[in-house]
């Protein structure tokens, strides 16, 4: 099946400073990528929707100031956390959707960041 | 919000079928059912999907009513490693996830 990875698998990083995770489609090639968020004992809550080559469209509430997507290829994504505080603690995990293809979106394993 | 309800959770004893309901009573004639399941701490993994006909694969089957307003999941022998939440979505061009179920496979 289609593999997405994530990087890093888990960051520490100081409150203020700003964290890049990077989500990459393996196998195949993903027009769009979407960026979820998970905290302790809930559901993933989408953040983002993030196509190659174009400005991201973010879900109500989210800030796209400091939530950062870029999309400049095929096969990578990245999201930036921009000022992390300690509220931003979360999993972070990205899915992408094959070009070309049906609904279906691959999940990566997921970042979890933890700020201090 | 998701478009689904499903139960919060479900046991299921280890070799047995696991059989996970779900209602999707305002589906529209479109779209898709998808499943994905997550085991703690990983990303969700997708199983299975389907729009008016049953499907199986070799991860498990899918059983949708004829008024495509539920569906159920079936893991034929569920073994403790099916231990997860189980997502049942209704496809909006972007996955939604409800709360799911939580299947505890015991044994």
């Known amino acids: 099946g289609a593999v997405v990875s994530q990087h890093p698998s888990r960051v520490i990083c100081k409150s203020g400073t700003s964290v890049k995770i990077e989500c990459r489609s393996l196998?195949?090639?993903?027009?769009?990528m979407f960026w979820y968020r998970q905290f302790p004992k809930q559901s993933l809550m989408l953040m983002a929707t993030s196509n190659e080559g174009s400005k991201a469209t973010y879900e109500q509430g989210v800030e796209k100031d400091k939530f950062l997507i870029n999309h400049a290829s095929l096969t990578l994504s990245t999201l930036t956390v921009t000022s992390a505080h300690p509220e931003d603690s979360s999993f972070y995990i990205c899915?992408?959707?094959?070009?070309?293809?049906?609904?279906?979106?691959?999940f990566g394993p997921g970042t979890r960041l933890l700020v201090l | 919000d998701a478009k689904t309800t499903q139960p919060p959770s479900m046991d299921c004893a280890e070799g047995r079928a696991a059989n996970l309901p779900c209602n999707h009573s305002?589906?529209?004639?479109?779209?898709?059912v998808y499943w994905y399941r997550q085991i703690h701490s990983q990303g969700p993994q997708y199983i299975i999907h389907?729009?008016?006909n049953n499907e199986t694969n070799e991860m498990a089957s899918l059983i949708i009513t004829e008024d495509r307003k539920s569906s159920t999941l079936i893991l034929p022998h569920a073994t403790l490693r099916d231990t997860a939440v189980y997502y049942c979505?209704?496809?909006?061009?972007?996955?939604?996830f409800g709360q799911g179920t939580e299947l505890s496979v015991k044994p």
């Open positions: 305002t589906i529209s004639g479109n779209e898709y």
């Open positions: 389907g729009l008016k």
């Open positions: 979505i209704v496809i909006e061009g972007k996955l939604i």
């Open positions: 899915s992408a959707r094959e070009s070309g293809g049906i609904e279906t979106q691959y």
């Open positions: 196998d195949f090639q993903a027009t769009t």
